[in-house]
Each structure stands twice: as structure tokens, then as C-alpha cells.
């Protein structure tokens, strides 16, 4: 395996995710921010951000794979949310727990950070995701 993940002993715990990871290998992935679009670009779930983020992380997973990669090879994982607050958290995380079984998200997941943002790029897009992958 190209990457392992861990939180060292004294690390703030218990979090979903880990909060170190260690990378080697040769092929660098960086998939772009995604949303929940359909592949002609049309939004999807409006207006719900559980569904968006489980539409965005399976954006991410078909990028991945395009990539020959998994989300066994990310790094790091990165949300951009829209009008952040802390009520958000449990719709966002069951966004996640919704497809992490579809998709082999480890459990528990990389290292992932969340950022909250007054908007992206379209008014309807709720939440973004990035990953970093590598693979040998």
C-alpha cells in the first residue's frame, strides 16, 4: 500500500478521520473540486446538503478512477462549505456515511479538512470536494 494513515499518540481524539498521512509513490492525483453535478452539468439535490455531499464524493471517486486510483490512495481529503455554522456538521458527515461503503471510503477517513466559505461558484452549489491521491 502507497499510503498509510495515522494519529499520533497526544492528537486531539477521537475525530472520523486521521490526522497524519504518509505517502510513496510516483503518480501524484489531484482531483479538483467537485459538486453535485451530473455529467451534462446539471445540478443535483438542490438545496440538500447531505445529498450534495454524497453526490460530490461520487464525483470524486469517478475522478479518482479515471486516475487508476481509489480512495484507499487518498492523502488528503478537503470541503469547501457555503455558510458554515456547526448545525451543518450532522447533515455533512451523513453525506459522507451515505456513500462511504459504495465507494470504499476508509474508515477512518485520511486526513480531511473542512473550510467554511461565503459562496462558491454557483448559487445553488453547496458544498465542494477535493482529493489527493498517490499511487505507485
Given at each position: 500500500?502507497?499510503?498509510q494513515t495515522f494519529?499520533?499518540?497526544?492528537?486531539?481524539?477521537?475525530?472520523?478521520?486521521?490526522?497524519?498521512?504518509?505517502?510513496?509513490?510516483?503518480?501524484?492525483?489531484?482531483?479538483?473540486?467537485?459538486?453535485?453535478?451530473?455529467?451534462?452539468?446539471?445540478?443535483?439535490?438542490?438545496?440538500?446538503?447531505?445529498?450534495?455531499?454524497?453526490?460530490?464524493?461520487?464525483n470524486t471517486a469517478?475522478?479518482?478512477?479515471?486516475?487508476?486510483?481509489?480512495?484507499?490512495?487518498?492523502?488528503?481529503?478537503?470541503?469547501?462549505?457555503?455558510?458554515?455554522?456547526?448545525?451543518?456538521?450532522?447533515?455533512?458527515?451523513?453525506?459522507?456515511?451515505?456513500?462511504?461503503?459504495?465507494?470504499g471510503i476508509p474508515?477512518?477517513?485520511?486526513?480531511?479538512?473542512?473550510?467554511?466559505?461565503?459562496?462558491?461558484?454557483?448559487?445553488?452549489?453547496?458544498?465542494?470536494?477535493?482529493?489527493?491521491?498517490?499511487?505507485?
Amino acid at each position: 500500500m502507497t499510503v498509510q494513515t495515522f494519529s499520533p499518540e497526544g492528537m486531539f481524539q477521537p475525530v472520523p478521520y486521521h490526522h497524519v498521512s504518509v505517502a510513496t509513490g510516483n503518480r501524484h492525483i489531484h482531483v479538483a473540486g467537485q459538486i453535485a453535478r451530473d455529467g451534462d452539468g446539471n445540478p443535483v439535490a438542490t438545496g440538500d446538503l447531505t445529498s450534495q455531499v454524497a453526490h460530490a464524493l461520487r464525483n470524486t471517486a469517478r475522478g479518482l478512477a479515471g486516475a487508476g486510483a481509489s480512495f484507499d490512495d487518498v492523502v488528503r481529503l478537503r470541503f469547501f462549505a457555503v455558510d458554515w455554522s456547526p448545525e451543518k456538521m450532522e447533515p455533512l458527515l451523513a453525506g459522507i456515511e451515505k456513500v462511504a461503503a459504495e465507494l470504499g471510503i476508509p474508515q477512518p477517513w485520511p486526513p480531511v479538512s473542512l473550510i467554511g466559505v461565503d459562496y462558491l461558484f454557483e448559487p445553488d452549489v453547496l458544498v465542494e470536494v477535493e482529493a489527493y491521491a498517490i499511487t505507485d
